[in-house]
């Protein structure tokens, strides 16, 4: 008997259909952009949620950071900052600072959102079910990759017998 799980907050639908249009996202060369994107706009749905926790909220629904957040948010920052001193010292550009600041919104400063976005109430279920939905679509779209690198690369030395 299946169980039909369905994602019910806002966080759990977008990382739901992020994940589940992963391969479409990848059959149009999105993936790299579509990470960093769905990392900022949880992390704002995180502030919000933050700025509405009051006292009156209930202990399992507050916003709790561990400290080992606290450190990847610190290590994070202090990489922003080198960064910057970094340009100024060798008296870059001012657009090359903002280009290369952009970059590390992309990259680095996600390792330190991607903890804080953990914090928020996203049930595990959802999760597991959505990871054996994107397994079962390798397992269908699997044997048209090898049989599409066959067919590109047939005398590629792992197609060719060792006699």
């Known amino acids: 008997m299946s169980i039909s799980i369905q994602p019910e907050t806002f966080p759990e639908r977008v990382i739901w259909y992020t994940l589940l249009w992963t391969y479409g ?3 149009i060369g ?3 952009v579509v990470g960093s994107v769905v990392g900022w706009i949880l992390l704002a749905y995180w502030v919000r949620q933050l700025w509405y926790q009051t006292e009156a909220t209930p202990a399992g629904d507050r916003i709790r950071i561990p400290w080992t ?3 990847w948010i610190i290590g994070m920052v202090m990489m922003e900052v080198a960064l910057v001193i970094g340009h100024l010292d060798f008296n870059l550009e001012t657009s090359l600072m903002i280009k290369s600041s952009i970059g590390w919104a992309k990259g680095w400063a996600l390792l330190a959102v991607f ?4 914090t928020l109430k996203i049930r595990p279920q959802l999760l597991y079910r959505i990871a054996c939905m994107i397994g079962f679509q390798s397992l269908l779209i699997f044997p048209f990759f090898c049989w599409l690198i066959y067919y590109i690369y047939p005398q590629h030395p792992m197609f060719l017998p060792y006699n």
């Open 30 to 32: 999105g993936l790299y």
């Open 115 to 118: 903890p804080l976005i953990g």
């Open 69 to 71: 957040t606290w450190v």
């Open 25 to 27: 996202f990848f059959w």
